[in-house]
């Protein structure tokens, strides 16, 4: 269920890098939220670098051509299960899709169970189906 | 105000038929939450298949060229408003646009009065003038 | 850290004037909401009129190509501080970018210290390093 969306720098990647990237951060997602393996909703948006403006919040992270921005919309997670998600996330985006961890910025909004109809025009979460 | 936004793929659309799905979305939206006729805020993307993924949770949905996902952004609603907005989608997208009900996902994201402002850099729901 | 999306017509604003927006818009939230000055995380849509309804909830507002939807994500701020920055934002938008206030539309949501990530996979909020 967590609707993930992507940002990145437009043609930045082939799409072959594109469907790396995406199935990267699918693994992890599974492997921090403990989901079903296809609950997977990703959309990923390019951006002309006039239109995307990522700075640091004076962390001091030197944003490259490759950062990605990640939104997530999901359920309820721990902070444990959020600090694990970002953890991993950077690992893996790093080791598997060459991104250092200065490219990455992630954020989440919750929602609830009464929130998701994933077809039928069902709540699946509150008709008791998930 | 429900701020709704819709995802679809890249020309599998006319704008006579993106212009329908939005109509018909409206109607929907206007039913189930009782909001004013012209309390309508759409924005519709088109994404290519590389960067638009959407598999079903492991409930059986086979998703076609045709799949709609629908963001919705909104002051609190009751869980029952919710599962009707769901269930009338659902219907009137077949009945209207024929998109099989397979074929569409909704995420809800709440939040609060003083979260909007449709004008002249006012909070109206605040304000008292909605 | 808020995370700012704007949404604009297609080709209603030159490059320079993208940028003079998204820099009022920068100063505004600044001012408003008092976060450090490299805090800026924004990303512009440019929209097709097919795809990009926006309409007045009946209070009377004239919707011109010069609209700008502005979508905020942030840690909780006070009523004050929202009703404080979409004031700002109506004066500056006009007097900066020439920006009629009827054309102003926003919408806060609002998340917590544990769902942001700005880099190397950790929670600054939650960290303390924030």
Redesign the interface.
Known sequence: ?P?IKL?IHKDSRT?EE??TL?DTV?AVMLAAFG?????????????DA??????????G?VRSDSFV?I?V?SRPRS?EQ??DF??????RLKGDCGVD???????????ND???????????F?AG??
């Open positions: 269920m609707l940002h799409t594109v469907g995406l699918h989901v079903p393996e296809r609950d997977r909703y990703q959309i990923l948006f390019e951006h006039t239109h995307f403006v990522a700075q640091d919040t004076e962390l992270f921005m939104e919309v902070r959020k600090i970002y953890r991993r996330l950077a690992s961890p200065a490219d990455l910025m992630i954020s989440i909004v919750e929602n009464e929130d998701w109809s994933f077809g039928d025009g069902v709540a699946q509150v189906s998930l």
